[in-house]
């Protein structure tokens, strides 16, 4: 059997990893249209400092993917210590938020801890994330920092947005919000306590960690964007943006399904364009800037809720290890910024979003002024995260069904539209090799 694999991402490289180890699969060709492999395990390199799309850390409670993870990445790897923070009204408050209610404002605190202990909204049934918003933490911390913060992030009102994202939530106790607000530090999201990175090179290092265990099954193609496919005569055909053309018994996609109903030449009823046209997704801006002095502290990751700075996330990357530092002892930071397609951010040009951002830096006081700034750079990102919006559902699955029934493999964040975290893409690929191996 000879296997195309569409996207070179996480995915796209696991499931060749997993399926190259099966005798009947002769070979695997990985098509990616970008000239590297990676898709948003993607690293760069800034004047010598290595930088991801966002701030990418490794844990699990799956352990054999996380074991799996751990030995494929060896001695380059540091295990760090979460260290996140939010900022609100010139004050950091730990993440999660519900951890540190005693950092708060006494009035602001008061107003979560009544709100939380008198809950009109705890015995209804929640059908939508700002309704469980308001079920679980209560008014005062949805007011303050869930409901707000979700907007800024999804540019979507948490309204319309199902409950999906609800696992990635903890589940406050009644006992942890009083020590909370009592004054004890209290830790949430214990499985992220502790995370692993890897010592130079980036996320990007564990993409290369995976295609140094290829076989020689394995065939990498990278600037090779798919345009054209179709089923002939129980084969699949294929066509690149350089003319090339290409025939496999089994096609795997990892490309976002936007790209996928492009290129797919067949009959497809009106309904999967539509429900595709539907899927809902969030873009995203990555900007590095470097300073000369350290005004976030030891921390690693800082969320802004506030609608009037426009980014909603700074990471400091010197945090990561000594490979992300400069040797100058200056600081760099990554700020991110999410946009709609043809919003007003997406508009925007570098230059402009730049001004913007620096002024954010200096109303947080992340910066004294922009004097301190070394260099800044900024990048686009176009498929970023899926948003569980109230169609979700059931868009995906008529969308899901079509290409199952059309006998196309889906793998990965957008070739499924799922939120999955790097080891569920990994856990995904392996499900969907044993899959395919049992069937051939």
């Not at 249209?33 to 699990?60: A, Q």
């Not at 996609?253 to 009959?267: D, E, G, V, W």
Request: glycine share 6%.
């Amino acid at each position: 059997m000879k296997i195309g694999i569409m996207g070179g991402g996480l995915s796209g490289v696991s499931i060749a990893y997993f399926l190259q180890k099966n005798d009947k699969i002769k070979s695997i060709e990985i098509l990616e249209k970008e000239h590297e492999l990676g898709g948003l395990c993607r690293s760069f390199s800034l004047n010598g400092l290595y930088h991801d799309i966002g701030p990418h850390v490794i844990f699990s409670k799956d352990k054999e993917i996380l074991d799996l993870i751990i030995n494929f990445l060896g001695s380059n790897k540091n295990k760090l210590k979460r260290s996140n923070k939010i900022y609100y009204k010139n004050r950091f408050i730990k993440y999660p938020f519900e951890n540190e209610l005693s950092a708060l404002p006494n009035d602001d605190r008061e107003y979560c801890l009544n709100a939380f202990l008198n809950n009109p909204y705890e015995r209804y049934e929640a059908k939508n994330l700002l309704q469980y918003f308001m079920k679980m933490f209560g008014k005062g911390m949805t007011d303050i920092y869930l409901k707000p913060y979700n907007e800024k992030i999804w540019k979507f009102d948490p309204a319309f947005m199902d409950t999906q994202m609800i696992g990635r939530i903890p589940q406050p106790l009644k006992e942890d919000i009083l020590k909370s607000a009592a004054g004890t530090s209290i830790e949430g999201y214990l499985h992220q306590l502790y995370f692993y990175y890897p010592k130079k090179g980036g996320i990007n290092s564990l993409i290369k960690s995976f295609v140094n265990r290829f076989n020689k099954k394995v065939r990498i193609i990278t600037g090779s964007e798919v345009v054209k496919l179709q089923s002939v005569n129980n084969k699949w055909k294929t066509k690149t943006d350089k003319g090339v053309l290409k025939e496999y018994d089994l096609i795997i996609s990892t490309i976002p399904l936007q790209s996928l109903i492009k290129i797919y030449k067949s009959n497809i009823p009106k309904k999967n364009f539509d429900s595709v046209n539907d899927l809902k997704y969030i873009s995203l801006i990555i900007t590095i800037v470097n300073v000369k002095k350290d005004n976030i502290g030891d921390n690693f990751a800082v969320m802004v809720p506030d609608k009037d700075i426009i980014f909603h996330r700074l990471s400091k990357l010197n945090f990561l290890g000594k490979s992300y530092g400069m040797k100058d002892g200056s600081t760099t930071l990554m700020v991110e910024i999410t946009y709609l397609k043809d919003d007003l951010i997406d508009r925007m040009s570098s230059k402009d979003l730049e001004e913007k951002i620096i002024e954010g830096l200096e109303n947080t006081k992340f910066i004294n002024d922009r004097e301190q700034i070394n260099f800044i750079e900024t990048k686009r990102f176009e498929y970023a995260y899926v948003i569980y919006d109230l169609n979700h559902k059931k868009n995906v699955n008529i969308v899901r069904n079509y290409f199952a029934n059309q006998g196309i493999k889906l793998c990965g964040r957008f070739g499924e539209f799922e939120y999955l975290n790097m080891d569920a893409v990994i856990r995904h690929a392996k499900n969907l090799s044993e899959e395919i191996v049992e069937n051939i």
